[in-house]
């Protein structure tokens, strides 16, 4: 997914940047309003944090007129913390509001939140979605997410996750899952789990070396931690 982030201080951007970039995000920036408004047109970004005071144009004006072409998430970024500045963002458009100095971890947070509530409905809704964490599948249409980004699975590995997700929590050995998801396809090689537990974990782990959620219970099998 696109975030665009504009603030006049380029040692914050690069900062914030750096870290989302980390956690997988497309990132572009810019350092004015009139940045703001030029990127946002020109490259639909799924989510824009955006610093209040900026030259050239302020990210209040900022936010307004991107609100004339786009419903896109904007959060914004301010050195004021009274109710009124909060009111006055809101009522220019913005979805969120940030004071600072700000701990990098809330921001992730925010945003994820934001992307939660604002993508996934748009394109999955009525339809059967199933949630843990940061992975999330659509049963209907078969799509994978992490963190909101589609993710691309070979039928069979949509098959294991589908599965383990249904039952979290539950360990699995490798021959129950061979009967369960293969049946007799693949019934003479047991090491074909393994090979599709590491590609799930390469695809959907943020770290597969030390997986949050696709783990192995030693000497039994395997599960999704809920």
Same mark, same amino acid.
């Given at each position: ?7 006049? =201080?380029?040692?914050? $951007?690069?900062? *914030? ?5 980390? /956690?997988?995000?497309?990132? %572009?920036? !810019? &350092?004015?309003?009139?940045?703001a408004l ?6 639909n ?22 609100? =004339?072409?786009s419903? $896109?998430?904007? *959060? ?5 913390a /009274?109710?009124?500045?909060? %009111?006055? !963002? &809101? ?19 925010r ?15 009525? =339809?059967?979605?199933?949630?843990i964490?940061?992975?999330?599948l659509n ?7 992490r963190? !909101? ?50 590609r ?16 192995t ?10």
């Amino acid at each position: 997914m696109k975030i665009l982030v504009v603030d006049d =201080e380029e040692l914050l $951007v690069k900062g *914030i940047r750096f870290n989302l970039q980390n /956690e997988g995000y497309e990132v %572009l920036t !810019g &350092f004015s309003g009139m940045d703001a408004l030029q990127l946002a047109r020109a490259e639909n970004p799924d989510l824009i944090v955006l610093d209040v005071m900026m030259p050239e144009m302020d990210g209040l004006t900022a936010c307004s007129k991107i609100r =004339e072409f786009s419903d $896109v998430p904007i *959060i914004l970024l301010t050195a004021k913390a /009274e109710d009124m500045d909060k %009111l006055m !963002g &809101f009522e220019h458009g913005a979805d969120d509001y940030l004071t600072k100095p700000f701990n990098i971890l809330e921001l992730k947070a925010r945003i994820r939140a934001l992307l939660r509530r604002t993508r996934a409905p748009r394109e999955q809704q009525g =339809e059967n979605v199933l949630t843990i964490g940061t992975i999330s599948l659509n049963l209907d249409s078969r799509n994978t997410y992490r963190s !909101g980004e589609l993710v691309d699975l070979t039928a069979k590995e949509f098959d294991v996750i589908e599965f383990l997700m249904k039952n979290p929590n539950r360990v699995y050995s490798r021959e129950v899952l061979l009967d369960t998801i293969w049946a007799y396809e693949y019934h003479s090689d047991i090491r074909t789990v393994d090979v599709y537990i590491r590609r799930l974990r390469e695809k959907l782990e943020e770290n597969p070396a030390e997986p949050a959620y696709i783990l192995t219970k030693w000497g039994v099998g395997y599960y999704f931690r809920k």
